[in-house]
């Protein structure tokens, strides 16, 4: 049988590591020699199916397979980025990318890819494109049927393409000449003033350089002058540590330890302070967090909450206390490691899951909160650890409807702001624009007519609990009162359209703002009726229960002495 170059090079690389990993060990190094051993095994292992597996191999992807399986059974954090694959290592690190500034979408049911929301001030915005473009073409490459039309798009900045897309409310198609650019994703959405002279900054990760813009906003909404501050964290899964401590500096006094990291080597401890002087040490501060707040948006809002600065309002935050480091290989390769742990102020870490102590199975949990322990802010408030950061004002998070996910997944919303917007040249401004009674009636017609169904979740329980009557002998004696259960859960299309109404609504004028006012105005949308927002903007409205909240907790004797007085 014969065997490509490539294959045989890889194999030989293979045995020649392992060969010089097996030779290195000392006899008394139990762990050196299982490590050798195992290399040894695998290289084997990889040289018998090159040689006798009935279809020959594919290293690349046969290796890869294995090299992934073993990096995700450490931890999800743990990756290895080959060198074709070094532009979404890259985005990951600097929040940019080459492309033109889009996010799209595919249709099973079309199999075409459609345009769901360009960035403003990106090329695909500049070119003219709009939410609602169906991509057709690509320098005359049908795109029908191609779920990856990301890769198409994006390339070398500088370079350029012809695209042909067919616009809804045009009869011929468009096309347009695009020019990639690097596009770098905004780090503050959003910012401005609510409710009574309060600032807020949106805040979408830590990647890339975010520390600058945040104080260009922040300085420039202490000059419309306001006298307190939300950072909103929700959503943001974190990014570079040295950009959270950054940031956190601009409120916490230089040389405050902010974080230590403790690893197995000595290289991967270390502690990080406040390093210059800080913009406000005054400022009331409020901080919105939720499950998908991670990593250093866990360092900034524990941090900002373990030295007292600031008042968390929202649900708890994933848990992520890991930290990864980078390590150049071989051939243009690059491996993100967990190397670390980190340690906010209190000293406790806010990791949620054990990776290193698996169920039988190989799935892992969540530390319970029985078994996290208590630690306490500078002024001696309880706080713990292993599960996250828990808000100081807790939020009990909303619940969407059922069908609101279906009518998003079948694209109806987002069809239906596609009408809207052809009918509708222009809408008032994002914080003065409302959905009208009448336009959700013309969107329950355009939903009537989709023949739309979905998954009624009491329907899907209602039988379950009649299998199981049914298998263990009650089903015939409670028949009258299943058919009359199942007469009043039956489902209706109308009722729910109604009855959930208010979610329904408030998702279709988000993606109608979007399409008018982009990024900006959808968050400018979704704040309005915010319950954590407006839960923030409470606390910070009230100067003396805002101070009572960050300070000592009193102590049972005082409360006696207090009483007797």
């Known amino acids: 049988m014969k065997k490509s170059l490539k294959t045989r090079w890889v194999v030989a690389l293979l045995l020649a590591v392992g060969a010089s990993f097996f030779l290195g060990f000392t006899s008394g190094d139990k762990h050196s020699f299982q490590v050798a051993k195992n290399i040894d095994i695998f290289n084997s292992i990889v040289k018998e199916l090159d040689m006798f597996y009935v279809d020959t191999i594919d290293p690349d992807k046969t290796i890869r397979n294995g090299i992934d399986a073993m990096l995700y059974s450490l931890d999800p ?6 060198e074709d694959n070094q532009s979404e290592f890259e985005q990951m690190l600097k929040n940019s990318y080459g492309g033109i500034g889009s996010i799209i979408r595919y249709s099973p049911k079309t199999q075409y890819t459609v345009i769901a929301e360009p960035y403003e001030g990106m090329p695909a915005h500049e070119a003219g494109l709009k939410a609602g473009d169906v991509l057709l073409e690509i320098d005359g490459k049908d795109l029908k049927g191609n779920s990856d039309v990301s890769t198409l798009l994006r390339g070398q900045a500088g370079t350029s393409f012809k695209l042909k897309v067919q616009r809804p409310g045009t009869e011929k198609p468009l096309e347009f000449d695009i020019v990639r650019r690097s596009i770098q994703l905004p780090f503050i ?6 409710g009574d002279s309060i600032g807020y900054i949106s805040l979408s990760t830590f990647s890339g350089n975010p520390s600058k813009e945040f104080k260009d906003a922040f300085l420039d909404l202490k000059k419309q002058g306001i006298r307190s501050l939300i950072i909103d964290l929700r959503n ?6 040295d950009e959270s401590v950054e940031i956190a500096n601009f409120f916490l006094p230089r040389g405050e330890t ?10 991967a401890s270390n502690t990080y302070k406040t390093l210059r002087e800080p913009l406000d040490l005054e400022i009331p501060l409020a901080v919105l967090v939720n499950s998908i707040t991670a990593s250093s948006s866990e360092i900034l809002a524990g941090s900002l909450q373990d030295l007292d600065r600031a008042v968390i309002v929202g649900t708890r935050t994933f848990g992520k206390g890991l930290v990864q480091t980078t390590r150049v290989l071989p051939y243009g390769g690059t491996m993100k490691l967990t190397t670390s742990k980190y340690y906010i102020p209190s000293g406790r870490c806010v990791q949620a899951i054990d990776y290193q102590h698996r169920n039988e199975d190989g799935s892992v949990g969540r530390i319970p909160d029985s078994l996290t322990t208590v630690f306490h802010t500078a002024a001696g408030r309880e706080v ?3 599960g ?3 808000p100081d004002i807790e939020v009990k998070a909303k619940k969407l409807p059922n069908i609101l996910f279906y009518l998003v997944n079948d694209n109806l919303i987002f069809d239906y702001a596609t009408e809207y917007c052809l009918k509708h040249p222009t809408i008032p401004s994002a914080e003065a624009f409302e959905l009208t009674d009448a336009d959700y009636a013309e969107f329950k017609e355009m939903v009537k007519k989709a023949d739309f169904k979905y998954d009624q979740q009491t329907e899907k329980i209602l039988k379950n609990l009649k299998e199981m009557a049914e298998f263990e002998g009650y089903l015939s004696e409670a028949s009258s009162e299943f058919e009359a259960l199942e007469k009043k859960l039956k489902h209706n299309l109308d009722h729910d359209l109604d009855y959930f109404a208010g979610d329904i609504k408030e998702m279709i004028a988000v993606e109608i703002v979007k399409r008018y006012y982009y990024q900006r105005g959808s968050i400018i949308q979704q704040l309005k009726g915010d319950e954590d927002l407006e839960a923030a903007v409470k606390i910070l409205s009230d100067p003396v229960r805002y101070k009572q909240m960050l300070s000592a907790p009193v102590k049972e004797e005082s409360k006696e002495v207090a009483a007797t007085k």
């Open 77 to 82: 954090y743990t990756e290895y980025f080959p």
């Open 388 to 390: 996250g950061v828990t």
């Open 236 to 241: 943001n899964g974190g990014g570079l540590l």
């Open 258 to 267: 902010l974080l230590t990291t403790k690893g197995r080597i000595k290289q």
């Open 384 to 386: 713990r650890d292993g």
């Open 189 to 194: 959405p959003y910012y401005g003033v609510v």
